[in-house]
């Protein structure tokens, strides 16, 4: 056993001799970690991680993953539990000690420096590097490192020219290069392309085949696991709901004990009832920040009780789009009319009080403020409706209720109304911005990606509310980069491609393909 | 950290009850005072004695608790004049400049029912001292709402705005009153003219009834802050300056409605110094003191955190400080600035302290 205080990497090379292959590495023990405000992040977790296997950690969004994670990796402490290291108990108090211990951390944002090299950044904080550094043998002994898992690394390439695989690759050569013998990797495939994967997969493979434990933690892309892990655990509102061999289960049980209940991965859409039209937006051109042209002469209209399926690559000007329509970004030429009356230059409040109701993408900048309670945030809605401003006072009273009411329907997870919305995971705050917009039953509906980084829940949980605001007779424009969800649940479906509608094509006739194709600046198919 | 077997430890605080808040002020202001005693040790004074002629004078000599209460009511104003804007997350560094404006506009309107030409002109207070107070405030809000507008209209900061309007008052001030100006006093001593008797302010208990405003004031703010909407629309653009205008709020308006109000505020003080304390009565030669004392509003405002009631206690401290200050400094022959500096340290550490509202100590076995 090594002291506390380990200054390299060869007393934890010592400690890590003899590994045998399905040996427990690591052994978490009744992990609790409570924060202020009563949030019981984990609640006596179990969990291990054998020599030689892939245990991926699922989860939603608020299940307690990234504090499970923290706390692997030393950024926190737990309140409760033991961590134990081939049998002995640790402690972790910094990141740095996790390491000294042989804990690699992959991050899904990743912590490197863009300005600097691959090898400057792999050397970054390595013992080696403290004194005099021989740079030779180190790059020597990386690159041998980069070979042996097959990354194909140009040492000597700046970060911020690499692909985001790339970079990954740079984080994982440098926990295995600190002497990591247990990788934990947050989100690994989410950034990454096709071929990308394949390659990690691979390293992945090697990485086991060489006696260590590999822990993905996962949201959002359940094939994944079934490609990548050996066992998986379910963690549900901080607790361990099950550990389960991945060969023995499927896609719909883990999504069933992920949500704890049944999901239908296909929403079923009633028949559109389309009603008069809502929204013409007519030759519309405007500028991005940049001075830009954004969106380049677009047109269309839409009916009560439809829903327009805006599709793009992020940066083709729905974004832009969204904006025009809510009123905080101007018309350059072209009209909008609502409801028959010309908006074009009306403003925001003014748009608000007719029925427009923008849900936006930027939900912790520009949807929320982070250092209001939930009621006023809610309040965001309503400081100017007359319901709930009586002689310029708000009636804090009826705000509550309605903000109370909004978190049950929108079952959304807080100890109370009172709490600060920063306190939130991005999916209830999601909850919180949908239920303020709907609750107002606007008659135009702007969501952009709405459901972006949440977990199958809260996105399944989101489409519906969009179709129960098409059911009760809104126009719903719905901007998103999903195509699946925009062929779910659209009736028109608007591919854009640099400030451009491509063409409005009824969803019946829209297949993914095409619609790809014209979002990717592809194919223009003919007017019919 | 370790020290000798305890292990020290900085954690970040989720919530703080204002109970602690306050204990935290408190522990401020004792550890304040302390480190200050040394400098009245070098000064060949006792600190205790030092300290008790200071806090006796300020608040329980009677004569000095009534300019403790004309100052309290001053730095009060000049706070308020801070932290209007301050929640709307800009920065009103023009409560001098607004104070001199407001001090000229009040004055105008003296001038133009003809009280300059003697201290005796009968006039009706009645009619006079509200049209005095109210030119006062429009005045100082007029000063204020051009940084506010040139903020919320073009997005020019307006720290820098306001800190060069306080240059351009200064001098129309100095302009107005000296060497043949307007406002000159006949007697040409350099300083404004007398307010006639006839519209000295009335006093409650020797202490100018401005007290009365400046408490429901106090009132009047926290209420808006709490409970207005337009309140609510001065915090949102504060703290989410893109989700307030994604909600509608027009945040150029309330740039301007917040330094408008600011303004007036810091105009009603320049009324309140330079035409309601006793013994003042005039824009007074060294009007630039009075300025400067106006930039304590702003430590007052950072210490009481935004509070419009935490800055109650906060002013009437500091008011009674710089009364006693002054008075003990003379009455055992201190050097010059010993006043000043006892508030700048214990405004410094105030500040300091609150290093603990957002993290807590937490000491332990190693």
């Known amino acids: 056993m090594f002291g506390r205080r380990t200054p390299a990497n060869d007393l934890a090379d010592e400690f890590w001799a003899n590994v045998q292959?399905?040996?427990?590495?690591?052994?978490?023990?009744?992990?609790?970690?409570?924060?202020?405000?009563?949030?019981?992040?984990?609640?006596?977790?179990?969990?291990?991680?054998?020599?030689?296997?892939?245990h991926a950690l699922l989860g939603e969004n608020g299940a307690g993953k990234t504090t499970l994670m923290s706390i692997l990796f030393g950024l926190l402490q737990p309140?409760?539990?033991?961590?134990?290291?081939?049998?002995?108990?640790?402690?972790?108090?910094?990141?740095?000690?996790?390491?000294?211990?042989?804990?690699?951390?992959?991050?899904?944002?990743?912590?490197?420096?863009?300005?600097?090299?691959?090898?400057?950044?792999?050397?970054?904080?390595?013992?080696?590097?403290?004194?005099?550094?021989?740079?030779?043998?180190?790059?020597?002994?990386?690159?041998?490192?980069?070979?042996?898992?097959?990354?194909?690394?140009?040492?000597?390439?700046?970060v911020w020219q690499l692909t985001e695989g790339e970079k990954q690759a740079v984080e994982i050569v440098k926990a295995l290069y600190r002497g990591a013998h247990i990788l934990i990797m947050d989100e690994p495939t989410s950034a990454l392309t096709p071929v990308e994967t394949d390659r990690l997969l691979e390293a992945i493979e090697r990485m086991t085949a060489n006696n260590l434990g590999v822990v993905p933690f996962i949201t959002h892309k359940m094939p994944i696991i079934f490609r990548i892990s050996d066992r998986v655990t379910i963690l549900r509102r901080g607790r361990v709901v099950a550990t389960l061999p991945t060969r023995d289960t499927n896609e719909r049980e883990l999504a069933q004990l992920l949500?704890?209940?049944?999901?239908?991965?296909?929403?079923?859409?009633?028949?559109?009832?389309?009603?008069?039209?809502?929204?013409?937006?007519?030759?519309?051109?405007?500028?991005?920040?940049?001075?830009?042209?954004?969106?380049?002469?677009?047109?269309?209209?839409?009916?009560?009780?439809?829903?327009?399926?805006?599709?793009?690559?992020?940066?083709?000007?729905?974004?832009?789009?969204?904006?025009?329509?809510?009123?905080?970004?101007?018309?350059?030429?072209?009209?909008?009319?609502?409801?028959?009356?010309?908006?074009?230059?009306?403003?925001?409040?003014?748009?608000?009080?007719?029925?427009?109701?923008?849900?936006?993408?930027?939900?912790?900048?520009?949807?929320?403020?982070?250092?209001?309670?939930?009621?006023?945030?809610?309040?965001?809605?309503?400081?100017?409706?007359?319901?709930?401003?009586?002689?310029?006072?708000?009636?804090?009273?009826?705000?509550?209720?309605?903000t109370e009411s909004i978190i049950e329907t929108y079952q959304v997870v807080t100890p109370s109304p009172d709490v600060k919305a920063k306190t939130l995971s991005g999916g209830n705050l999601q909850k919180v911005i949908m239920g303020r917009v709907l609750s107002r039953q606007p008659k135009l509906v702007i969501a952009n990606l709405p459901a972006q980084g949440l977990d199958i829940g809260a996105t399944e949980f989101v489409q519906r509310r969009l179709l129960d605001a098409r059911a009760a007779g809104a126009a719903v424009i719905l901007i998103s980069e999903d195509l699946d969800e925009i062929l779910m649940l659209s009736d028109i479906i608007a591919p854009m491609y640099e400030g451009r509608i491509?063409?409005?094509?009824?969803?019946?006739?829209?297949?993914?393909?095409?619609?790809?194709?014209?979002?990717?600046?592809?194919?223009?198919?003919?007017n019919a | 950290?370790?020290?000798?077997?305890?292990?020290?430890?900085?954690?970040?605080?989720?919530?703080?009850?204002?109970?602690?808040?306050?204990?935290?002020?408190?522990?401020?202001?004792?550890?304040?005072?302390?480190?200050?005693?040394?400098?009245?040790?070098?000064?060949?004074?006792?600190?205790?004695?030092?300290?008790?002629?200071?806090?006796?004078?300020?608040?329980?000599?009677?004569?000095?608790?009534?300019?403790?209460?004309?100052?309290?009511?001053?730095?009060?104003?000049?706070?308020?004049?801070?932290?209007?804007?301050?929640?709307?997350?800009?920065?009103?560094?023009?409560?001098?400049?607004?104070?001199?404006?407001?001090?000229?506009?009040?004055?105008?309107?003296?001038?133009?029912?003809?009280g300059k030409t003697s201290p005796n002109v009968p006039?009706?207070?009645?009619?006079?001292?509200?049209?005095?107070?109210?030119?006062?405030?429009?005045?100082?809000?007029?000063?204020?709402?051009?940084?506010?507008?040139?903020?919320?209209?073009?997005?020019?900061?307006?720290?820098?705005?306001?800190?060069?309007?306080?240059?351009?008052?200064?001098?129309?001030?100095?302009?107005?009153?000296?060497?043949?100006?307007?406002?000159?006093?006949?007697?040409?001593?350099?300083?404004g003219f007398t307010l006639p008797t006839s519209l000295r302010a009335p006093l409650i208990g020797g202490v100018p009834f401005t007290i009365l405003l400046v408490l429901g004031l106090a009132f009047g703010i926290d209420l808006l802050f709490r409970r207005t909407?337009?309140?609510?629309?001065?915090?949102?653009?504060?703290?989410?300056?893109?989700?307030?205008?994604?909600?509608?709020?027009?945040?150029?308006?309330?740039?301007?409605?917040?330094?408008?109000?600011?303004?007036?505020?810091?105009?009603?003080?320049?009324?309140?110094?330079?035409?309601?304390?006793?013994?003042?009565?005039?824009?007074?030669?060294?009007?630039n003191t009075i300025g400067d004392l106006a930039f304590f509003g702003i430590i007052c405002g950072l210490i009481a955190q935004g509070n419009a009631l935490a800055t109650l206690p906060v002013a009437l401290l500091f008011g009674g400080l710089s009364i006693g200050g002054r008075f003990a400094q003379g009455k055992l022959h201190l050097g010059f600035g010993v006043d000043y500096a006892l508030m700048g340290v214990l405004m410094i550490i105030l500040v300091a302290f609150q290093f603990f509202y957002r993290y807590r100590l937490i000491v332990d076995r190693a």
């Open chain 1, 21 to 54: 292959p399905g040996e427990v590495l690591l052994r978490a023990q009744g992990i609790t970690k409570r924060f202020p405000g009563g949030v019981v992040a984990n609640d006596h977790i179990d969990f291990e991680i054998r020599a030689q296997e892939v």
């Open chain 1, 79 to 158: 309140d409760e539990g033991e961590i134990y290291l081939r049998g002995h108990p640790v402690r972790f108090s910094s990141p740095q000690d996790a390491i000294r211990y042989g804990i690699g951390m992959v991050h899904q944002h990743r912590k490197l420096v863009p300005a600097h090299t691959v090898l400057e950044n792999i050397l970054l904080g390595h013992p080696k590097a403290r004194g005099v550094l021989n740079v030779r043998e180190a790059a020597e002994e990386v690159a041998a490192i980069a070979e042996m898992y097959g990354f194909n690394l140009d040492l000597y390439a700046r």
């Open chain 1, 259 to 402: 949500v704890g209940r049944e999901v239908l991965f296909d929403i079923q859409k009633p028949p559109a009832t389309p009603g008069d039209v809502v929204v013409e937006v007519e030759h519309v051109t405007a500028r991005n920040d940049k001075g830009g042209l954004a969106l380049n002469d677009v047109s269309f209209s839409l009916r009560a009780g439809q829903v327009l399926g805006v599709a793009g690559v992020a940066g083709n000007g729905q974004h832009e789009l969204a904006e025009v329509l809510a009123g905080l970004r101007p018309v350059e030429h072209g009209r909008i009319r609502f409801l028959g009356r010309d908006i074009t230059t009306a403003s925001v409040l003014e748009r608000w009080q007719l029925g427009i109701g923008y849900t936006p993408a930027e939900r912790t900048e520009v949807g929320s403020i982070g250092d209001f309670t939930l009621v006023e945030n809610v309040t965001l809605n309503y400081f100017w409706d007359e319901r709930y401003v009586q002689n310029g006072l708000l009636n804090e009273k009826k705000l509550r209720a309605l």
């Open chain 1, 502 to 526: 491509v063409q409005l094509i009824p969803a019946e006739q829209a297949d993914k393909e095409t619609i790809g194709a014209m979002i990717a600046g592809g194919r223009t198919r003919a």
């Open chain 2, 1 to 114: 950290m370790t020290l000798t077997g305890y292990r020290i430890r900085v954690v970040r605080r989720a919530t703080l009850p204002a109970w602690e808040a306050a204990l935290f002020s408190l522990l401020a202001l004792v550890v304040g005072l302390f480190l200050f005693g040394f400098v009245f040790i070098f000064a060949d004074a006792s600190p205790q004695q030092a300290y008790r002629e200071i806090f006796r004078y300020a608040f329980f000599n009677p004569n000095g608790l009534r300019l403790s209460l004309s100052r309290f009511i001053f730095l009060t104003l000049c706070t308020y004049a801070f932290i209007v804007p301050l929640r709307a997350g800009e920065w009103n560094i023009g409560m001098t400049g607004q104070l001199y404006i407001g001090a000229l506009t009040g004055y105008g309107v003296v001038y133009l029912f003809g």
């Open chain 2, 123 to 191: 006039l009706s207070p009645w009619v006079v001292l509200p049209l005095m107070i109210g030119a006062s405030m429009l005045g100082g809000a007029l000063w204020g709402g051009i940084a506010g507008w040139l903020k919320g209209r073009w997005d020019v900061n307006e720290i820098v705005v306001t800190m060069m309007l306080n240059f351009i008052a200064f001098w129309i001030v100095s302009h107005t009153i000296k060497d043949g100006g307007i406002f000159m006093n006949p007697g040409g001593r350099g300083e």
């Open chain 2, 229 to 287: 909407s337009l309140g609510y629309q001065i915090r949102a653009v504060g703290l989410g300056p893109k989700a307030a205008r994604y909600a509608g709020v027009n945040v150029p308006r309330i740039s301007l409605v917040v330094f408008l109000l600011g303004g007036a505020i810091a105009g009603l003080a320049a009324y309140h110094y330079f035409a309601a304390v006793p013994g003042v009565y005039k824009i007074a030669r060294d009007y």
